[in-house]
Every structure is written in C-alpha cells, then in structure tokens.
C-alpha cells in the first residue's frame, strides 16, 4: 500500500474493526518512518545509511522480523533461511539479536528461540537465520539464503571477501533480498554499493529519531561534532571521503574554525563562472573571503550552485556583494572574457569587477592558497561542508568523479586577491 501515513491511517479506520485498528497500528508499517520502510518498488539490495541512533538497526531488524512472519508490505509469502551477518558474531547476538532494536525486541506477535550451539534464530513456522562474522568469510561458503542482513558494513574485517561469498549464497526463493545497515565509512564496497543504480538507498540522520533518543544526549553531541567531519559521519549519516593525495587533509578543515570572527579589512566575491548551463554542466564557484586586521584569511562564504544560469549566478553573486558589504568581485575570465563583466553590471552596474585569468593548472594555482592553510593563515568563518568535501578531493589529477572543482577555483581566487601578490590584470570597467 503505497500511502502516506495519514491516509493509511483513514483507510484503516475505514475498513477495519476497531481491534483489527489497534492491532495493525501497533505494526512497523504504522510505527516506523518512511526512511526506516522498505522501497515500493522491486529491489534486491537496501542500503540504510544512518547516524548513531538513527533507527536503522530497528529497520533491518523490523524487515527480518516482518518477512518471516509474512506481514505485507514486506513479503507476500514466509521466508525460511536467513542470513545475519555482522562485524563479530558478538556483535550479531549483542546488536542484531539481542539488542534493544535488535529481533528479539521487535517480535512482537512470536518470539524465535535461539540455538547457541548452532547460532541461529529458529521461529515457530520453521524460518531460520543463522549468524556469521566478517572475520570469518569461509564460513558463507556452503548455506544458502532467501534472504540476509548485514550490519554496520563499514567496519567489517574481510569486507568485500565477506560479501562476495554472502552474494553467492543468497539464491533461494524466487527473488532473494538483502538489507544492509551502516552508519557509513569510505571503504571500497560500500561506495562501490553506493555507486550502483541496481542499489536502493536510504540515508537518516540521528536527528530524525530524537523522539526515541534522551535530549541531552543531543544536544551533547551536536554542541561537540555538529558540522565536523566526524558529526557529519556519525550523526548526519554523510560518506566522507579523503584523498590522501590531496592538497587539503581532513585534519586542517578541523583546524580552522576556531575563534570569533574578527571585522574585515577587506572583503571579495569570486566568481568561477561555467562554461554552459545545461542540466549536467559544472557549478558556478561563487566563494566569498576577507582579510583581517592581523593579515588572517577568512573564507566568509560558499554560495556555489548547479546548474546555473549568467543571470542567476550574476544576481547570487551581486546579492552577496551587498550583503557582505564587499569591496571587489573576482571573476574568472577565460570562459566569458568580457560576458563576465557584462552579466553582473546588468544585474547591478555598480559593483567592481576585476577579471582573472587562468594562465597555470589549476592544482598549481592552488598550491599557495593550499600553504597558507599550513601556515595557518585561513580560517574558515563557518562549516562550508561542499567546499571542504571538494577541498579534500582536490589533487594535482584534479577531483575523483572528473568534475570541475569549481568551489575551489572560486576560494583560490578569492584568497590570492587578497594574500597574493597579483598578477598585472587589466580592471574590466563596468559600464552604467
């Protein structure tokens, strides 16, 4: 039944009794966020990628428990043999089973029994699931599943030989499922699960279960992580990747929020235009940074966007001119030459315009800007989570997925007007 709550809810109280109600609200189906249900349509592998606390334990557990019972939307029919695979078979029984959101919590209507010896669940309508370890890949190799659910993936020891030999085994019944929950790393195989379009993905964030989680337990963590790398990993859900090639490291982006910001001695707005603004070409880098009176840079905003329109970029970055109170806009000139200069007088022909252009690589240009950060001469005024994630992506080869780094072209060019000597660049005259 593909419905809202609300209107599950309506055509429940429609069409049922009142103890048919009370017995179907007490089901996942109505319990459970839309996050935390399985997809509507037809899938093989579910990737629940959620923070600490976020529910997705109980999800994966409510899923083994629903297909067993076959309560719909679930499975139409009861599965048999079951896979639950985690990092140790410690932490199988102490999360998966026996946890607080494990299968033992959420088997509401039957309990299974659980065979030590033998390391599996066995319910009264003769399913099973067994356990198994990532440390222990060998051990896939023989059984054979309807279904399996792994858990925090991320930190299993022998990940990809583990899930291979789990892929092997899953091929009973006629469309075999696997869940996985994890709150997410950058290893191999989960970005390689999360690259592939036969994958279906939900993301949750810890926030998003604050009614089950104790207050100040958010407030703690958030007061700490929020908007760090680890917060955005533990808490948010977020893959964070690093290259360790990289001109920038996740341990400067750490390094350089602290203090107040101090008032600026001068304030700029770059602009690294696109080439085109189709659906799929690169974002306008539109980066705005100052200079302190101790001669620190700050980078004040990141305000870049895809896909983007001249009228739109040039009205975002005039917008942040005013708001920021900003003595220059930077604009990159090799794609536009004097379009640039054009766009953004006609939004509003009093703002400045100075036109860079790009006569070295990009990495190269990038290297001073890079040194200063090791210097510890940049700070950042806020968390710019984008910019950061393409800063620490960003190496001589360019970016991973090919792209453009247009956020980082955009606070080169900002912080080199303003800690840089510069290059003898004509002023493009704005004209009114």
């Given at each position: 039944?593909?419905?809202?709550?609300?209107?599950?809810?309506?055509?429940?109280?429609?069409?049922?009794?009142?103890?048919?109600?009370?017995?179907?609200?007490?089901?996942?189906?109505?319990?459970?966020?839309?996050?935390?249900?399985?997809?509507?349509?037809?899938?093989?592998?579910?990737?629940?990628?959620?923070?600490?606390?976020?529910?997705?334990?109980?999800?994966?557990?409510?899923?083994?428990?629903?297909?067993?019972?076959?309560?719909?939307?679930?499975?139409?029919?009861?599965?048999?043999?079951?896979?639950?695979?985690?990092?140790?078979?410690?932490?199988?029984?102490?999360?998966?089973?026996?946890?607080?959101?494990?299968?033992?919590?959420?088997?509401?209507?039957?309990?299974?029994?659980?065979?030590?010896?033998?390391?599996?669940?066995?319910?009264?309508?003769?399913?099973?699931?067994?356990?198994?370890?990532?440390?222990?890949?060998?051990?896939?190799?023989?059984?054979?599943?309807?279904?399996?659910?792994?858990?925090?993936?991320?930190?299993?020891?022998?990940?990809?030989?583990?899930?291979?030999?789990?892929?092997?085994?899953?091929?009973?019944?006629?469309?075999?499922?696997?869940?996985?929950?994890?709150?997410?790393?950058?290893?191999?195989?989960?970005?390689?699960?999360?690259?592939?379009?036969?994958?279906?993905?939900?993301?949750?964030?810890?926030?998003?279960?604050?009614?089950?989680?104790?207050?100040?337990?958010?407030?703690?963590?958030?007061?700490?992580?929020?908007?760090?790398?680890?917060?955005?990993?533990?808490?948010?859900?977020?893959?964070?990747?690093?290259?360790?090639?990289?001109?920038?490291?996740?341990?400067?982006?750490?390094?350089?929020?602290?203090?107040?910001?101090?008032?600026?001695?001068?304030?700029?707005?770059?602009?690294?235009?696109?080439?085109?603004?189709?659906?799929?070409?690169?974002?306008?880098?539109?980066?705005?940074?100052?200079?302190?009176?101790?001669?620190?840079?700050?980078?004040?905003?990141?305000?870049?966007?895809?896909?983007?329109?001249?009228?739109q970029w040039a009205r975002c970055a005039v917008a942040l001119f005013h708001r920021l109170e900003a003595d220059l806009v930077v604009a990159?000139?090799?794609?536009?030459?004097?379009?640039?200069?054009?766009?953004?007088?006609?939004?509003?022909?009093?703002?400045?315009?100075?036109?860079?252009?790009?006569?070295?690589?990009?990495?190269?240009?990038?290297?001073?800007?890079?040194?200063?950060?090791?210097?510890?001469?940049?700070?950042?005024?806020?968390?710019?989570?984008?910019?950061?994630?393409?800063?620490?992506?960003?190496?001589?080869?360019?970016?991973?997925?090919?792209?453009?780094?247009?956020?980082?072209?955009?606070?080169?060019?900002?912080?080199?007007?303003?800690?840089?000597?510069?290059?003898?660049?004509?002023?493009?005259?704005?004209?009114?």
């Amino acid at each position: 039944m593909n419905l809202p709550s609300a209107a599950r809810m309506n055509w429940c109280i429609d069409n049922l009794s009142p103890l048919q109600i009370q017995a179907l609200t007490r089901e996942w189906m109505f319990q459970g966020r839309a996050s935390q249900q399985p997809p509507h349509k037809d899938w093989r592998t579910w990737l629940i990628l959620g923070g600490r606390g976020s529910g997705k334990t109980r999800a994966g557990a409510e899923w083994v428990n629903s297909i067993v019972q076959g309560f719909p939307p679930f499975r139409p029919r009861k599965l048999l043999s079951i896979a639950l695979v985690g990092e140790t078979l410690n932490d199988v029984r102490e999360v998966m089973i026996d946890g607080p959101s494990g299968i033992m919590a959420v088997s509401r209507t039957e309990r299974p029994r659980f065979e030590t010896t033998r390391r599996r669940l066995v319910w009264a309508n003769g399913a099973t699931a067994a356990m198994f370890s990532s440390e222990d890949p060998d051990s896939l190799r023989g059984p054979q599943f309807d279904a399996a659910w792994g858990d925090e993936l991320a930190k299993w020891k022998h990940a990809q030989e583990t899930w291979d030999m789990l892929q092997f085994g899953l091929r009973l019944g006629e469309n075999p499922k696997q869940v996985v929950t994890t709150t997410p790393k950058p290893i191999a195989l989960l970005k390689a699960l999360m690259s592939d379009d036969a994958v279906l993905v939900n993301r949750m964030r810890t926030a998003e279960n604050e009614a089950n989680l104790a207050q100040s337990f958010l407030t703690h963590v958030n007061k700490l992580y929020g908007g760090t790398r680890l917060g955005r990993q533990e808490l948010n859900g977020e893959l964070i990747e690093e290259r360790r090639d990289a001109l920038w490291s996740r341990s400067m982006m750490e390094q350089i929020h602290r203090g107040d910001v101090p008032e600026m001695q001068r304030i700029v707005v770059a602009i690294d235009p696109p080439a085109s603004a189709t659906r799929k070409s690169d974002a306008c880098g539109i980066v705005a940074a100052g200079l302190d009176a101790e001669g620190t840079g700050w980078v004040l905003a990141d305000e870049s966007f895809a896909p983007a329109k001249p009228i739109q970029w040039a009205r975002c970055a005039v917008a942040l001119f005013h708001r920021l109170e900003a003595d220059l806009v930077v604009a990159e000139i090799n794609q536009g030459g004097d379009m640039v200069a054009a766009v953004i007088a006609a939004e509003d022909n009093t703002v400045p315009v100075r036109g860079v252009r790009a006569n070295r690589g990009k990495a190269l240009r990038a290297e001073p800007i890079a040194a200063l950060y090791e210097q510890g001469r940049i700070r950042h005024a806020g968390r710019f989570p984008a910019l950061e994630d393409e800063m620490c992506d960003f190496t001589h080869a360019g970016l991973s997925n090919g792209r453009s780094p247009d956020r980082v072209d955009a606070l080169v060019w900002a912080l080199s007007e303003l800690m840089l000597k510069k290059e003898i660049i004509p002023r493009i005259r704005v004209v009114g």
